[in-house]
């Protein structure tokens, strides 16, 4: 990718399948029914092995491609979520502090981020956005394919609207090739948009793979791989078959709480707020009526200092149908909380990351352990839940993550009873099968990699100063 011009004339490409999984990408390469790509990827370039974000939703696993940042960082913990510092209980009076995404406050996810925080638009003026939610930064009429309500709206419920879909994506993308601009971010939404009413290995999802591989080859053909250029084909999320659902909301009205959710939100009186994120994991916040500045703390709750909130409610959640696990905060940093017992995650004075499982090992890792961010991500990759110590801690730095994080096991999720269509497959949580992402270079990365670590990599390879305070790294420049 680094052959001979200068780094004025390179170009990056940044095509993101939404959940597009990994080892089905791998599968369908293998059999060579993805020639295009194998020819301007996979040959001069590969596989990374990658993990997305927590939690692994659409839309806020965006975020990291195009900010080098965490969702907590970026100060959007979920697809749904409550400011309790701003929320005062006004249903009406206080909407614009309870986020829902996927609806109206679709734009938000632009201006929700942190002031100051720069974007690749706003770091590569000459940059083109296809189908993307995110357009902070893009300079006026560089945005084509418009996300917009289109998405979030009625367009996302008929299968039938998917194939067009990436292809009007694939014919944008082929038409500005010839424009050769620095900077391309093109989405396709097809693949996770059709898994979400099948299994991720269904006939009809392996076609929307197929069909990208054929846009692959149409931008070949207009010129979109001439020339000195970094194209990355990744994913934001894997997706898994979901068998069974358990709605928390429910749950809690069960044990006599009165809970705000969407899509009314609207309670009298409500002692607790859950939104669901995408639709495997869920915040959790209790007095959503009491305005504060700080998380209660599990020790807290446990204590009964929480008027009319059961001090049983954790435990109680953590022993639903389909839960994998609680968290929460404590003095010292997190408590992991599942059926078989509890384990604590914190950050030393050294800057590394202490896993301790007290009476369970919540996370499946076999063992204590002392690591460094990048060491966790290595040590983690194969496990049930991959890059969970920092994905965790990440999430908790949001003042607008819940008091909880509720975090969906393998085949549930945390759905709630409102959604149509029924999804048949899901993402969100921190289950390796959503985890687990789709990076592919057309040059070779040192592996393994996080999605945020694609920002500072396109960044340098465009020769633009890469900002401090980012939660990536460029691949091969890691030190542990
Ligand atoms: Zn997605």
């Known amino acids: 990718m680094t052959a001979g011009t200068s780094v004025s004339g390179r170009r990056a490409a940044l095509l993101l399948v939404d959940g597009a999984r990994n080892d089905v990408f791998e599968s369908l390469a293998e059999a060579g029914e993805l020639p295009h790509i194998e020819r301007h990827l996979l040959g001069p370039g590969g596989v990374t092995p990658a993990t997305t974000v927590f939690p692994s939703t659409t839309g806020v696993a965006y975020l990291p491609f195009l900010t080098g940042c965490y969702p907590g960082t970026c100060d959007i913990p979920g697809i749904r979520w409550l400011d309790a510092a701003r929320y005062g209980g006004d249903w009406w009076r206080n909407r614009d502090h309870v986020r829902n995404y996927c609806g109206y406050q679709g734009e938000k996810l632009n201006t929700d981020l942190p002031d100051g925080m720069r974007t690749v638009f706003d770091l590569v003026p000459d940059s083109l956005a296809l189908c993307s939610p995110i357009t ?57 948009g059709v898994t979400h009413f099948h299994d991720p290995w269904h006939p009809a999802v392996l076609e929307m793979y197929r069909q990208i591989d054929g846009i692959v080859g149409a931008y070949a053909d207009a010129g979109g791989f001439d020339g000195d250029h970094l194209t990355l084909l990744v994913s934001d999320h894997g997706l898994e078959r979901v068998r069974r659902h358990t709605d928390i909301s429910l749950a809690l009205e069960a044990i006599g709480l009165p809970t705000l959710r969407h899509p009314i939100l609207w309670r009298k009186d409500p002692e607790v707020a859950v939104m669901v994120s995408g639709n495997a994991s869920a915040q959790v916040y209790f007095k959503p009526r009491v305005l504060r500045e700080r998380r209660f703390h599990v020790a807290e709750i446990e204590a009964g200092a929480l008027a009319g909130v059961p001090p049983t409610v954790i435990d109680y959640l953590a022993a639903l149908p389909g839960v994998a696990m609680v968290v929460g905060t404590d003095d010292s940093g997190l408590t992991l909380i599942s059926r078989l017992g509890r384990a604590t995650l914190s950050e030393t004075d050294c800057g590394r990351i202490a896993y301790r499982p007290d009476t369970a090992d919540v996370l499946s890792l076999g063992a204590a352990g002392e690591y460094s961010d990048r060491e966790w991500l290595a040590r983690t990759l194969e496990t049930p839940y ?70 500072p990599l396109v960044l340098d390879y465009l020769g633009v100063p890469v900002p401090d305070g980012i939660d990536g790294v460029i691949p091969g420049k890691v030190s542990t």
């Not at 008929?158 to 900077?183: E, H, I, N, S």
């Not at 110590?389 to 009873?417: H, M």
């Open 386 to 455: 991959p890059d969970a110590p920092v994905q965790l801690l990440q999430l908790f730095r949001s003042s607008r993550t819940g008091d909880l994080v509720v975090i969906a096991d393998v085949g549930y999720d945390l759905r709630v009873e409102w959604e149509f269509p029924e999804h048949r497959s899901g993402h969100g949580s921190l289950i390796a099968a959503h985890m687990r992402c789709l990076v592919v270079s057309n040059a070779p990365l040192a592996g393994p990699v996080r999605t945020v670590d694609l920002f």
């Open 136 to 192: 902070r930064g893009l300079r006026d009429g560089r945005e084509r394919v418009s996300f917009g309500r289109k998405f979030w709206g009625s367009l996302a419920h008929y299968t039938a609207g998917y194939g067009p879909l990436d292809r009007a994506v694939g014919q944008a993308l082929c038409r500005l090739a010839p424009q050769r601009p620095r900077f391309v971010f093109a989405v396709f939404p097809g693949v996770d």
